[in-house]
Structures are given as structure tokens and as C-alpha cells.
């Protein structure tokens, strides 16, 4: 579902972001990004969400190429991905609800079928109860999962999600890492970017990218 060769990206001021990166993931595959601060890792996630383009190589996303020619395309790729970002992006004034709705209001079902299913995805994530407060009413942590939930409501075929366990304590983080890695199945892969490498130590059957200086080094990790 990612395929990159030879990916470079340069931001339009000149910074050298990622050089030459060589990847390849497969449907069902957990994989975790991490490096220093600054290495490239939301870079990294920019490209695989069509938000940012390469500069040179080519690049994949679930057989849609990534390039500023096929910019229509690619907004018809966004609405199967499952973008989690690092500041959330939930819209205030609107409740928890509204929020995980809006995120697929692309899609073409029912607008009951629409509610259900975001129902459900509050459910995994542990917040129906908060179906309709308002999102400026929620702690930190709430409104993580409030994105996590819009981001899985409209089934991805791939997750995406900027470090998602930033500014929490270590058992949340772990069960935000356990949460998200619970969407993974035969046909969707995740994708988490980290700074924080001890708590994916010891993880099993997932890949592991490590991103330093915008080049990655990757390593598969054996079967649970
Ligand atoms: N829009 C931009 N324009 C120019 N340079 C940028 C832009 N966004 C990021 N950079 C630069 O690209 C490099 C990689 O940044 P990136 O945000 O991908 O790092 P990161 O690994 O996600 O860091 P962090 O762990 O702090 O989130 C950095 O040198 C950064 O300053
Ligand atoms: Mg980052």
C-alpha cells in the first residue's frame, strides 16, 4: 500500500527533509516511525498522506501516485486514509459527534448508517459517553481519542497517525499505541511516528523505521 523509491523532499525553502528514501508496506503491516527531533518523521507522514509531494522518486499510496499532477486524485485518496495529526485539528463549537462525522461526510451511505458507524467508533475509543459535549469541554487525552475515532469512523485502508503519544504518561501512551495497533487487520496497515523508542521496545510483529538526518533505516521485527 506504500511504495517509495528513491523519495526526496526538499521544502520550497531549501530544506532537505528526506533523501532517498526506499520503502515498501504491505497491507496489515504495523509500522513505527522514530528519530530525533527534526529528523523527518512528520515528513515522512506528510507524503504518505498526499499533503506533501516529493521532489525526486516516486511514491505510492494505495496505487495512487503522489505528484502535483494527480492532485484530484489525491484528494480522493485522503478519504481512505485515517490521518491522525499531532494538534488533533478538531473543530471547536461542534461536539464530539459532529466531529467524527465530519470526518465522512465523503462518504456515500446514509446519513443513519453515517451515525451508527461513528457511533460504534466512539465506542472502541471509549467515549460514547461523550457523544455530545462539545470538544472544547474535553481533557488532553479525550481529545486524542476523539481523533483517533474520526480518523478509524470511515474504516481506512490506512492509519496514519503523528505522534500520538506525545505529552502523555506512559500507561496512556501505551494504550493509545494498543488502540490504534487494534485497527490493524489483513487489509489495513498502521502507521505511527514516536519519539518516545521505550515504549515500543519489545513490541512484536511490527516493523521498525528509524529516521535520522532524513534517511531511513528499517528493520522488521519477528512474528509474535
Ligand atoms: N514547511 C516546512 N518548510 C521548511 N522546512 C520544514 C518544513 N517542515 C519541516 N521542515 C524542516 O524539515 C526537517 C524535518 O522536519 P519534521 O517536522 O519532519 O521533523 P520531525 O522528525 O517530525 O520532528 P519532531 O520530532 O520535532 O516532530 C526539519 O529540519 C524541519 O525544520
Ligand atoms: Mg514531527
Not at 516516486?58 to 499532477?69: C, D, H, R, T
Not at 465523503?106 to 467508533?121: H, I, Q, T, W
Not at 474535553?138 to 476523539?146: A, F, I, N, Y
Not at 496497515?189 to 521498525?208: P, R
Amino acid at each position: 500500500m506504500i511504495k517509495a523509491k528513491g523519495v526526496c523532499l526538499k521544502y520550497p525553502d531549501g530544506t532537505p527533509a528526506l533523501n532517498n528514501i526506499n520503502l515498501s508496506v504491505e497491507p496489515g503491516e504495523l509500522v513505527y516511525v522514530t528519530g530525533p527531533s527534526g529528523s523527518g518523521k512528520t515528513s515522512l507522514l506528510k507524503l504518505f498522506m498526499g499533503v506533501e509531494y516529493p521532489t525526486e522518486g516516486s511514491l505510492e499510496i494505495l496505487g495512487q501516485q503522489i505528484a502535483k499532477v494527480h492532485e484530484k486524485e489525491i484528494r480522493q485518496l485522503r478519504m481512505k486514509l485515517g490521518p491522525v495529526f499531532q494538534e488533533f485539528r478538531l473543530i471547536k463549537g461542534r461536539t464530539v459527534m459532529e466531529n467524527v462525522m465530519l470526518g465522512m461526510r465523503f462518504l456515500n451511505a446514509s446519513p443513519s448508517r453515517l451515525k451508527e458507524d461513528a457511533g460504534v467508533a466512539l465506542t472502541k475509543v471509549g467515549l460514547a459517553h461523550k457523544a455530545l459535549s462539545l470538544v472544547e469541554n474535553l481533557s488532553w487525552g479525550e481529545c486524542q481519542r476523539v481523533a483517533i475515532a474520526r480518523a478509524v469512523a470511515r474504516k481506512p485502508e490506512l492509519i496514519l497517525a503523528d505522534e500520538p503519544t506525545g505529552n502523555l504518561d506512559k500507561d496512556n501512551a501505551l494504550n493509545i499505541l494498543e488502540l490504534l495497533t487494534s485497527f490493524k487487520d489483513n487489509k489495513t496497515a498502521v502507521v505511527i511516528t514516536t519519539h518516545a523508542t521505550h515504549l515500543i521496545e519489545g513490541q512484536k510483529d511490527c516493523t521498525l523505521i528509524r529516521v535520522d538526518g532524513g534517511s531511513i533505516s528499517r528493520e522488521r521485527t519477528g512474528g509474535a
